[in-house]
């Protein structure tokens, strides 16, 4: 893993919306290891570099806008070749609960359109991993735009502040390439 992208929305309007829990997991690893985000134009994005276990890692949380995250995604890994396989991106998920957490490696976009647009712009190839933390569902589809960019309600925030801190003490297990053993971590802590 050489790149993690934390995906959400840019502005303060959205800072503490439930689609940026991907933002809050990114500078949350960055802050661990004294990464400083710098805007950087030419990938769409705020870009932070850390060292972890001996591996330079980039952050990066794209300010396109989540349906447009694939165009800074794309850009940064072609400028430093990093391949699919060695990204991670962070994101919130609906179809889990709040504060539960799930990662893969490939799949589909499961109706995330920053997933969708992640897929698309790097030549559909879904074989990047993905940490999914839940935010739950608002229980009517037709309230899922309003819903993901709603501030947690205070409980709803606590756990999925836990998720995060939780998550974060995999990261060295997946430089190391223990998928499994974050799998069997993550996924049995609900």
Known sequence: MK????LGNPGTGYQHTRHNVGFWFVDAL?????????????????LATIELNGSRLYLLKPMTYMNRSGQAVAAL??????????I??????????????????GGGHGGHNGLRD??????????FLRLRIGIGHPGNSKQVVDYVLQKPLPEELNDIDAAI?????T????????????????HSRN
């Open 118 to 127: 992640i897929i698309a712009s790097c030549g559909n190839d879904v074989d």
């Open 88 to 105: 991670l991106v962070v994101h919130d998920d609906l179809d889990i609960d709040v504060g539960e957490l799930r990662i893969k490696s």
């Open 3 to 6: 790149l993690i992208v934390g």
């Open 165 to 169: 801190q939780e998550a974060l003490t």
């Open 77 to 86: 890994s072609r400028f430093y070749r990093i391949p699919v396989q060695d």
């Open 30 to 46: 960055a802050e661990l290891n004294r990464g400083v985000f710098r805007s950087e134009k030419r990938f769409h994005g705020e």
């Open 171 to 186: 990261i060295p297990m997946l430089l190391n390439g223990d998928l499994s053993q974050v799998q069997q971590k993550l």
